[in-house]
């Protein structure tokens, strides 16, 4: 191909990434760094990747089917389905569920971002997501093509995909069965497709959440329903990129019909560990019990240093707010090494709060707590 054919082939075709917004944690190098110069170190609280070991059974069985040479299945193994299966059911009450309504994905981050695409939406289609978002909904509809809606549990005639999160990234705000059981019907009577991001549903604090698949939410039928569950946060997998779908079997298939045509196939050991790990609530409870501590070292020392703490009844993380632009709350916090997530990262709805994790060792929130009820120096 010549200079000039090269040229108006690029020019033809769609250039996907100039749709995709700017990747928000590039945005905060220069905070990070501030935080960073300050005695004693960073204390980053800007990312929800978990530090505690992970569980020996886990690690076990990673290493019990580690021998294993041939291709994996896209649909997973009856054991990994099954076991995801009782898992939703025996943890969170949900209806329950046969294996060909479970697929495994390589992460739900991947999954959620290729959704609209694989269900074939366009143009021509709205893709629903909160005001205040976990950024990936909002790349899966550009992705598609589709527009994004930011409407909270909206479901309008024009609507082709709701995106739900509850317990939220970031706000930590609960969605209840009222509001919920709303979203389903008006979904189903519009024909919109709802997926529901539950990974962070096994860490309560001040609020119960609830799966889209509760019998209370859907009547029992999991028809137009996706449920999205992460073993990053409950089983500390991020790095093993371990989740699935759960619901409607005819979505799961096709879902699957693609996934298998793209050989997007989850590592058979990650499977074995998964089931290990669905099958086990002890280290689960060990996990959340963990971080319920941390939050009840950090968040007294957010309120004291003058921040309000909204929503934050679940999840992961506090959404504080000084209301004031969140790039100066977050150069506060950099200059006392602490360093959070810019609300604004989740729509211009957020752009007052800073999220703040609490995904860092005990010594690091103990650190984060010290500096921030501090006198100022």
Known sequence: MTGASAARGSSARRRVSAALPDFPWDTIAGARATAAARPGGLVDLSVGTPVDPVAPIIRDALAAASAFP????????????DAAAAALTRRYGTVELSGDQILPVIGTKEAIAGI??????????TVVIPTVAYPTYEVSALLAGARALRADAAVDADADLVFVNSPSNPTGAVTGIDELREVVARARRHGAVVVSDECYLGLAWDAEPVSILDPRVCDGDATGLLAVHSLSKISNLASYRAGFFAGDADL???LLAVRKHSGLMVPFPIQAAMTAALNDDRHVQEQADRYRARRDVLKPAVVEAGLRVDHSEAGLYLWATRDEDARITHH???ERGILAAPGDFYGPAGATHVRIALTASDEQIAEAARRLTAPAV
């Open 332 to 334: 506060w916090l950099a």
């Open 252 to 254: 799961v298939a096709e």
């Open 70 to 81: 041939g291709y994996p299945t896209t649909v997973g193994t009856a054991e990994l389905r």
């Open 116 to 125: 609209c695409s694989v269900l074939g939406l366009g143009s021509d289609s």
